[in-house]
C-alpha cells in the first residue's frame, strides 16, 4: 500500500511517519504540510491511503477532501475528540485517529484499511461485470461541467431544496434540479421513487427493516404509500 | 502536584530505534519556540482565532509530552479564545515556558 501524510506539524508528520515505518507492507511516498501542495500531488500520483490532518489553517481537512475527484481511503488524525461523527459523513474516510497516536490503534487502523481496499475491489470487479450488461449513462450539469455517471453506480438520489444529491460509491453530486426532473431519466427497471424526498436504485439495496431501505451506508426512509411498490419490485422468497 | 514533561511517549514509539528518537527531538526543539512566538504575538495583537489555531497545534505537543492535565486546559483555553475569551492567558503562558524550558534542554 502507498500513502501520504498530511499535517501542518513537523512533530505530528514525524510520529505518523514512525508508526507507518513499523508497517512492512505500507510505503510513505510523501509527507506534506499544507493541503495544497498535497493536491497538487494527487493531481499527478495515486496513492492507496492518506493520513490527514483535520484542522489545518486556511484549507481544513474536509476541506481537502471535498476537493479531491477521486479520493482515496482517508484516515483522519486530530487532537479533536468529538469530531467523529462528522468524519464518517464522508464515504472515502476510514478512520479516525486522535493524537497522540498509539502503535496499537495505528495497526487497527490499517486492518481497516486493508479491509476498505479490498472490499473497494470487489465492487469495482461487480461494477465492471454489471456495466457490460447495461452501458447505459446519464449525465449531470455541475458548475457548467457535465459529469458523466454510469446510472448502475448510481444508488440514492435525495431532494435537498432547490437540489438534488445524487449519490454514487466514491461521491456525492448536488445538482442544481429537482427529483421529478431525474425521475423521469431513470429507469423504473433500477429505480424506484420510496419517499417524497428519495429515489433509490433498488438493486443496491443491502437489507430492509420496517421503515427504511439500507443502501452501501445509506439508511433511507420508506414512505407508507411507496412500501407495497418497492415490495412487489423486490425477488421475495 | 505539577506534572512535568517527559519523552515517555517517544521512546515507547521509538523503540530501539535511537534514530528516530533524535531526529522528533531536533524536530520538537525546533516547532516549540517558533509556535510559542507565534502564540505571543496572536495573543499581543489580540487575534484570539489564529490564538486559538495556534493553541490546538500546541495541545497536540502537550500530549505527546504527557502533559495531561495541561492539555485539558488547552482544550479548554481553545473552546474560551473561540467565544473570545482570553482569561486563560496567563495559565496557558506558563505551560509554553515549562515546555521550552524542557525542550531546550533535551
Known sequence: M???IVDDEATARAIVEQLCSK??????????????????????????????????????????????????????????TDFAIEAYEYEPIVDYLVKPITQDRFEKSIIKIKKALKNSAKTVESKTLQSTNTEEDIYINIDRRLIKLKLNEILVVEAKG????????????????????????????????IHRSFIINFTKIIDIEDNS????????????????????????? | ????????????????????????????????????????????????????????????KLNILSLTEDYKLAVTYEEELLRGDKKLDTKFSTILEKIDAYTKNL
Open chain 1, 23 to 80: 508497517i512492512s507492507d505500507l510505503n510513505i511516498i510523501d509527507s506534506f504540510s499544507n493541503a495544497m501542495e498535497a493536491i497538487k500531488f494527487l493531481n499527478q500520483n495515486t496513492v492507496d491511503v492518506i493520513f490527514l490532518d483535520i484542522h489545518m489553517p486556511g484549507f481544513t481537512g474536509i476541506d481537502f477532501i471535498q476537493t479531491l475527484k477521486n479520493p482515496p481511503r482517508i484516515v483522519l488524525t486530530t487532537s479533536d
Open chain 1, 162 to 193: 432547490d437540489y438534488i444529491d445524487v449519490k454514487t460509491i466514491q461521491k456525492t453530486y448536488r445538482v442544481h434540479n429537482t427529483l421529478k426532473s431525474i425521475k423521469e431519466k431513470l429507469p423504473e427497471s433500477t429505480f424506484l421513487q
Open chain 1, 2 to 4: 502507498n500513502c501520504i
Open chain 1, 213 to 237: 431501505v439500507l443502501i452501501e451506508k445509506n439508511v433511507i426512509p420508506i414512505s407508507r404509500s411507496n412500501r407495497p411498490e418497492l415490495m412487489r419490485r423486490l425477488n421475495l422468497l
Open chain 2, 1 to 60: 502536584m505539577e506534572q512535568q514533561p517527559n519523552l515517555n511517549y517517544i521512546k515507547q514509539l521509538a523503540g530501539d530505534d535511537k534514530a528516530f528518537e533524535i531526529k522528533f527531538i531536533s524536530v520538537i526543539k525546533e516547532e516549540i519556540p517558533l509556535e510559542k512566538k507565534e502564540y505571543e504575538n496572536a495573543i499581543a495583537s489580540n487575534n484570539l482565532k489564529e490564538t486559538a489555531d495556534i493553541v490546538h497545534k500546541l495541545k497536540h
